[in-house]
């Protein structure tokens, strides 16, 4: 089921009400939210509710096998189960054909010739958010971070949470499963800001996005064929779409979450306005960044063993992001460009040297603010063309192209015609200006809509001036979020 | 909570009505149009097409029956409500609601056509009909023909979100009386296309180099046969014209004698005339045509004097036997 969609949009009042007015102890409501996530995810394709399903009660089992063992070795055998079984589930689902194909090729070019076994499974959706959480949980257990759960309607709601199970935020268990386990009260002044949240996330998801991927799709498909200009545009929409997708629907999780009783870890924290490619990153799928650090970085050994260990876990941490997304050459190639622009700061030991919101209790950044903030940019844009092309042949020819035309007045020209292709490319743009003009306005708040007027006429004003843009200026051909994918 | 079910309720509500509102002076808006399809609609549904002679059919009546030029020649008023991209069930629908609004006109021209017996596939342009959906007959067909738009029945908005922007433009068009009335191709329901050929036939031909054949769905048949029952039945006469045809699309449909000997069965035991137009000498020649189905307008100034014709000899026949009423 998908947030952007009329079914959603019946779904959730209708959990609302039974969490909230049939459902009264915390059992009834986790088994709610069990049945509903189902409902949710098999909304997609209910066989998959199995797979869900094996993964978790596994992890379950093997919190509780681990509880029960006191030897290091027989724990770390039960951890050693769980990481299996996940890793192995993600491997078989979603790097299975690209290690044999990628096999395949290798002896070839060796002139040996391999006729690689290939699956060609459907990814499940979300396959790659919910491992990981489940291993957050297993490995907390195995360091003695939490205690397992007994209780398994309580374990299960925290696994089969609807609001972000398809496309995180990729929660830790030690900070969801006690929100879990406690009765639940609805806090009206969180849920009128979950409400909000979640409209500013369809906003940005069906205004921004959505309009931005139809030209984006075409730029990308024939990118051999368009002039440099309409190759950059393609790569800052891109950079618009990106934000506006995964952003949105992390908000509209969070949004949701909140109408439930729950608060989910922030997981973007206006990133496009950071200052330099570290920052960026502490700003940008937080929830996946802070995963790699807690359960890779740290355990590699963290910045603890002089440089070169902090620029191989680095380097490690940011190709395993990059392989993370998906089982491709490009992002493999996306994570390792974003360690070598990493990797001056690191070296410099400026890597935190932008920790703070920028320019705070400023109308504007100073000169130098907005110059970092507009280099960072244009780098994040050049590795998001690695993200977003469908071979590493295609991301260089891209980037290649990119340079091309710029002097050209009939490469102008088919910019303009192919611009006049795409009408919905003007309202779509202004959108994105007042994206971004209002996340500025509230960057040292949590999202777009946190900090409104205090009259309650000028509120429900700007809440239906949104609602407006996302009925009239919103495609609402239900496109599925780009991270669903992952 | 009840604090926050007050207000989330009360918001709701107030989107609610807003919504409402918003929907019904779009709405307006839309049906406030003179020009291009949502005109010809407007005629429709507000009884401003009275005629003697009714043309009606798919694209191929829109493009081939020049409305204005038959009155002219014949002295009869005629207007055209064909639509394009559309099978029988939705032309069933139309006429239906011309007839709910309207007297009977004293001829229905119903445009029959090679893929006229081919199933229905879908809306085309399904923005056409969000205004119209409160009319029982074109709610009913488009139900048929597309499940799913109850939803731009019933649900506020939903339309202008479905159909996007360009829909809100056309209806922002029409209530601030915006439209451009001067290049409106569309006229008495007939719209002149003066186009060069297309070149569409020739990748057709490349593509079907064995030939085609079409389907001849029962359903079709019957509707064909309930849509020439309706128009007698409000007391109109009926007759089937099958309009000028490329003879090289009519060489390589391998079930074209099929087809003509099914509208000439339905024509039959109906009671109708049934008027085959595509062995015109000029269906050999391609200047006259756009593509393989659709004449330019050199293609309609030779096809207006032949159906004038027809009309006047039957509408003639018809004075001198009153007793061959419908």
């Not at chain 1, 937080?286 to 603890?304: K, M």
């Not at chain 1, 320019?359 to 907005?370: K, Q, V």
């Not at chain 1, 007027?453 to 809440?463: D, E, H, V």
């Not at chain 2, 069930?89 to 609601?97: A, C, E, H, I, K």
Request: hydrophobic residues 50%; charged residues 15%.
């Amino acid at each position: 089921m998908l947030f952007n969609s009329l079914t959603f949009a019946l779904f959730l009042p209708v959990v609302f009400a039974l969490y909230w007015g049939v459902f009264r102890s915390v059992t009834g409501r986790n088994l709610l939210l069990i049945v509903a996530g189902c409902v949710f995810y098999g909304w997609w394709d209910w066989r998959f509710l199995l797979l869900l399903a094996a993964t978790s009660m596994t992890d379950y089992g093997v919190a509780l096998a681990m509880d029960r063992t006191t030897g290091r070795i027989a724990r770390k055998r039960w951890l050693a189960v769980s990481l299996v079984g996940n890793l192995g589930t993600l491997g078989i689902f979603k790097y299975h054909d690209f290690f044999a194909t990628s096999l395949a090729d290798a002896l070839s070019r060796a002139g040996i010739g391999y006729d690689p076994l290939l699956l060609h499974v459907v990814l499940p959706v979300g396959i790659s958010f919910y491992t990981f959480q489940a291993l957050s949980y297993t490995i907390d257990v195995y360091r003695g971070r939490i205690g397992p759960v007994r209780d398994l309607p309580t374990y299960l709601a925290f696994i089969a949470f609807f609001p972000q199970l398809c496309a995180g935020p990729i929660e830790r268990a030690s900070h969801m499963l006690p929100q879990f386990a406690r009765q639940r009260v609805l806090n009206t002044a969180l849920a009128t800001d979950g409400l909000r949240q979640m409209l500013w996330g369809l906003f940005k998801k069906v205004v921004v996005a959505d309009n931005c991927a139809t030209l984006v799709d075409r730029i990308f498909t024939d990118s051999d064929h368009l002039p440099g200009p309409l190759l950059a545009l393609g790569a800052i929409l891109f950079a618009l779409q990106i934000y506006g997708d995964f952003s949105g629907y992390s908000d509209i999780a969070i949004g949701c979450a909140r109408l439930f009783g729950f608060e989910l870890m922030r997981n973007f924290a206006f990133p496009y306005f950071s200052r330099d490619i570290a920052e960026f990153w502490r700003r940008w799928h937080i929830s996946l960044s802070t995963w790699f650090r807690d359960y890779v970085y740290i355990p590699l050994g963290g910045s603890r063993g002089g440089t070169w260990m902090s620029v191989r876990n680095t380097f490690a941490i940011f190709l395993l992001s990059g392989f993370w997304h998906g089982a491709n050459w490009t992002f493999l190639a996306w994570g390792f460009l974003n360690a070598v622009y990493f990797l001056p700061l690191l070296l410099g030991r400026r890597n935190r040297a932008h920790l703070g919101t920028v320019a705070p209790g400023r109308l504007l950044p100073s000169l130098g603010d907005a110059m970092r903030i507009a280099a960072t940019f244009t780098l994040t844009c050049l590795a998001w063309v690695f993200f977003r092309a469908e071979d590493l042949g295609h991301a260089f020819r891209y980037l290649g192209r990119m340079a091309d035309g710029w002097s050209r007045a009939g490469a102008w020209q088919r910019c303009l015609a192919v611009l006049g292709d795409h009408y919905l490319l003007a309202p779509a743009m202004a959108c994105a200006v007042l994206l971004f003009a209002v996340e500025w306005v509230q960057r040292e708040h949590a999202h777009g809509l946190e900090r409104l007027p205090a009259q309650r006429p000028l509120r429900w004003a700007i809440y239906l001036g949104v609602l407006a843009a996302v009925v009239f200026a919103g495609d609402h051909g239900e496109q599925q979020f780009i991270y669903f994918q992952f | 909570m009840a604090a926050f079910l007050r207000r989330a309720f009360g918001f709701a509500l107030l989107a609610a009505v807003f919504a409402v509102a918003l929907h019904a002076l779009l709405m307006h808006g839309l049906r406030s149009r003179t020009t291009d399809v949502f005109g010809v609609w407007n005629d429709v549904v507000s009884g401003r097409a009275t005629a003697d002679v009714l043309f009606t059919g798919s694209s191929r009546s829109l493009v081939h029956f020049d409305a204005a030029a038959i009155t002219s020649r014949t002295g009869l008023r005629a207007y055209n409500i064909g639509m394009d991209g559309t099978q029988l069930d939705l032309q069933l629908g139309r006429l239906r609601t011309y007839l709910a609004h309207h007297p009977a006109p004293r001829l229905v021209v119903q445009e029959v056509d090679i893929i006229s017996l081919e199933p229905d596939s879908g809306l085309y342009f399904a923005q056409q009909y969000a205004p119209y959906l409160r009319e029982p007959a074109v709610y009913e067909t488009v139900r048929r023909v597309a499940p799913d738009h109850w939803k731009d029945r019933w649900l506020p908005l939903y339309p202008f979100m479905r159909h996007g922007p360009g829909l809100t433009a056309l209806a922002v068009q029409g209530l601030l009386g915006l439209e451009d009335t001067l290049n409106d191709p569309v006229h008495l329901g007939f719209e002149l296309r003066d186009w060069p050929w297309e070149g569409s036939f020739d990748n057709f031909l490349r593509e079907h180099p064995d030939g085609m054949r079409y389907h001849e769905s029962p359903h079709a048949v019957a509707t064909l046969r309930t849509l020439i029952r309706t128009a007698r039945a409000a007391g109109s006469r009926v007759a089937l014209c099958y309009t000028p045809e490329l003879v090289e699309n009519q060489r390589i449909t391998l079930n074209r004698a099929s087809i003509m000997g099914t509208f000439a069965q339905v024509a039959r035991e109906e009671g109708v005339p049934f008027w085959d137009l595509s062995t015109a000498p000029f269906c050999g020649d391609r200047s006259f045509f756009y593509n393989s189905q659709h004449l330019n307008a050199r293609g309609v100034a030779h096809l207006t004097p032949m159906v004038a014709d027809s009309i006047t000899v039957l509408m003639a026949r018809a004075d001198q036997s009153p007793s061959a009423r419908p």
